[in-house]
């Protein structure tokens, strides 16, 4: 069992940056894993936000959210990351990671951001 454990919302103001971790508890990444960021806002579906790969580190980003979040991972640390910069009202959600290992996606409880005007 894979479970991803998200942390680092909080309340933040408009224009502020923040920085979210998603670590796998109890245990560690492994190569092949890819790593998924989404959001969830009040009343919407819930969407993706980019997703990187763990071993290469190729990362990909839905367009509404590229120039202003980046993922990264860190081996040494044993998280991927994802910075938001930039942040605005519309950008209140709950932020999720899943990794997906072996064809099965494991999904994480999900760390609330939100952003004050």
């Known amino acids: 069992q894979v479970q991803p454990a998200e942390s680092g919302g909080g309340v933040v103001q408009a224009g502020d940056s923040l920085t979210l971790s998603c670590s796998v508890s109890?245990?560690?990444?492994?190569?092949?894993?890819?790593v998924a960021w989404y959001r969830q806002a009040p009343g919407k579906e819930r969407e993706v936000s980019g997703t990187i790969t763990w071993d290469a580190g190729s990362r990909h980003y839905a367009d509404s959210m590229r120039g202003r979040f980046t993922i990264y991972r860190n081996y040494h640390e044993n998280r991927a990351w994802l910075h938001m910069h930039g942040l605005t009202p519309e950008d209140t959600a709950i932020y999720y990671c899943?990794?997906?290992?072996?064809?099965?996606?494991?999904w994480g409880q999900g760390t609330k951001v939100t952003v004050s005007s």
């Open positions: 899943n990794i997906k290992r072996d064809s099965i996606v494991y």
């Open positions: 109890g245990g560690t990444f492994v190569g092949d894993d890819m």
